[in-house]
């Protein structure tokens, strides 16, 4: 009989390897398991439409949901199984239709007809209604009542009544709340095994922003057409001043949904916030085209206003003011602005007003500035001048009105002071808006609007050379004017103060040459 051999050991080297491995394998999270089960291949159609409602994007779950009508007239248990994976496609499909502003597709009615899966039809329509509301900025950041949350919460807390849409509604309704839930553990540790199982739950967290960019790009490998994932990245994009990634992102996901009035919205305050007006107005004019929406129909005003085409933006805004119940500030604001470049001092100076009692803007504060000026109230402009510089570092055009209001009084210290700043300002701008365009991007308004600022910063060097002059201050004097040597408008003059140095200048505000600084109202 041959001897029996000790069992071999396995060498510490080896098993330390093996640990670590496993380590990594577990660190990996639910996004490494959940990628390697949806990328396994289906064996059947129904496992096909299964794992289609687990990634959750929209194509996917239309796709899904024929698969299971399909399905549906074959055997019983085939049948039984795609009836209730048809609820949840259809149900998912109806709350990404709100999420998104997309045209109504028959999912609402196909989702209450099949019966929604463990959401009676009132919590269905509460959820609905919710999810408008949640993401209309005419609406604010509405969530479901505490009594609907609850509701919600005890189906999901007793597992014979869960469901995948109704753990999609918690996680999605719940995020960000003033109040937020703290499920039981039970319902943690439930929620957790579905967002490892179903990536649409995954996809939900990264709406709310519980999840990362990261996390998005994964999302995205699962199935090319999750559009819905660029525009939550561009969402968090925008919320942390990324114009362009933002851009990129909205772009990117408006051409999976072009129907979609949420997404042209968004784009269309981007390509605004970029100053490519026409661009912005084409996309808010589609907007309230399928929507009827009022803030569509302010983006409208606001991109008119800023192609100067004034009478026609006060017309929308006067529509707009019939009902001033909602956002009356920006509407007065908007208006007050037309008016002032129609030359219509006194009523822009009453709209402005008007917009001041309900919303203390740094570009409020600055037209209120502008029309008291032009009504010949210096004091009261000052303070609005002042007042605006206090809100907002960026506030370039108000220091050149204080400046100007320094020169006035012959306060020179303090006017070379504020041009100084004012200088600084714009080109900081300058440099800010160039690099908010996206790569490539060439449109007629952006570069009118950065060769309007440009036009200003030259001012405040030209007259800050002035400035410096009449306080004898020679050499201060030279550095600024040989700034503009260069410059295609003041060029000439620049070298003309240089030859003519040892003159006296005039003093009051007359030596301030600008241009035209009202003809944008600059508020992005």
């Known amino acids: 009989m041959s001897a029996v051999r000790p069992p071999r050991l396995i060498p510490e080297a080896t098993l330390a390897r093996l640990v670590i491995a496993l380590l990594a394998c577990f660190a990996m999270g639910c996004a490494a398991s959940t990628r390697q089960r949806l990328a396994s291949t289906p064996h059947t159609p129904i496992e096909r439409a299964d794992r289609l409602v687990a990634i959750g994007c929209y194509a996917c779950l239309s796709e899904a949901a024929g698969i299971y009508e399909r399905e549906s007239s074959r055997t019983a ?10 609820a949840t496609a259809y149900t998912l499909m109806a709350f990404r239709e709100r999420e998104l502003g997309l045209p109504e597709s028959p999912a609402r009615q196909l989702a209450r007809s099949v019966g929604t899966p463990s959401l009676p039809p009132d919590a269905f329509e509460s959820i609905l209604q919710a999810l408008v509301e949640q993401n209309d900025l005419e609406h604010g950041d509405s969530r479901l009542s505490a009594d609907a949350i609850s509701a919600l919460v005890k189906r999901l807390e007793n597992p014979s009544t869960r469901s995948l849409a109704a753990a999609y509604a918690f996680v999605t309704l719940t995020c960000g709340a003033a109040e937020p839930y703290t499920p039981s553990p039970a319902l943690s540790a439930w929620l957790s095994a579905m967002r490892e199982k179903d990536a649409v739950l995954r996809y939900a967290d990264l709406r709310c922003a519980a999840s990362t960019s990261e996390e998005g790009e994964t999302l995205l490998s699962l199935d090319s057409r999750f559009g819905e994932v660029n525009y939550a990245i561009g969402v968090e ?10 851009h990129e992102r909205f772009a990117a996901a408006y051409k999976e949904f072009p129907d979609s009035a949420r997404l042209m919205l968004a784009l269309a305050d981007v390509e605004l916030g970029i100053a490519r007006f026409e661009q912005a107005l084409t996309l808010y004019q589609r907007a309230f085209a399928v929507s009827g929406r009022p803030d569509a129909l302010l983006g409208i005003a606001r991109a008119l206003t800023y192609l ?3 009478e026609e933006a006060i017309a929308v805004l006067n529509r707009l003011l019939r009902d001033d119940s909602w956002n009356p500030g920006e509407k007065y604001y908007w208006r007050a602005w037309n008016l002032y470049r129609s030359s219509d001092h006194a009523s822009a100076h009453r709209d402005v007003e008007r917009a001041l009692a309900v919303w203390s803007a740094p570009h409020v504060q600055r037209l209120a500035g502008l029309t008291a000026l032009a009504l010949g109230h210096h004091e009261d402009a000052r303070e609005h001048f002042v007042a605006a510089v206090a809100l907002a570092d ?3 055009e108000s220091r050149l009105y204080l400046a100007k209001l320094d020169s006035a009084e012959k306060s020179w210290v303090t006017a070379l002071e504020r041009l100084h700043a004012a200088t600084l300002c714009f080109s900081s701008v300058i440099a800010e808006l160039a690099g908010r365009r996206p790569d490539g991007a060439s449109d007629p308004s952006a570069e009118a609007e950065v060769k309007r600022l440009q036009q200003l910063r030259a001012s405040s060097i030209y ?3 002035i400035t410096a002059k009449i306080l004898r201050r020679r050499e201060l004097a030279l550095d600024y004017a040989r700034r503009l040597l260069q410059d ?3 060029g000439g003059l620049a070298r003309d103060f240089i030859l003519d140095i040892d003159v006296p200048a005039s003093d009051g505000l007359s030596i301030y040459r600008q241009p035209d600084s009202t003809k944008s109202p600059r508020q992005f």
């Open 237 to 246: 994009a925008l919320r942390q001043g990324r114009l362009r990634t933002a």
């Open 488 to 490: 295609p408008e003041l």
């Open 77 to 86: 248990g085939t049948s039984r199984q795609a009836r209730a994976g048809r």
């Open 463 to 465: 007259s800050a050379a």
């Open 308 to 310: 100067g085409q004034h």
């Open 394 to 396: 960026d506030e370039c």
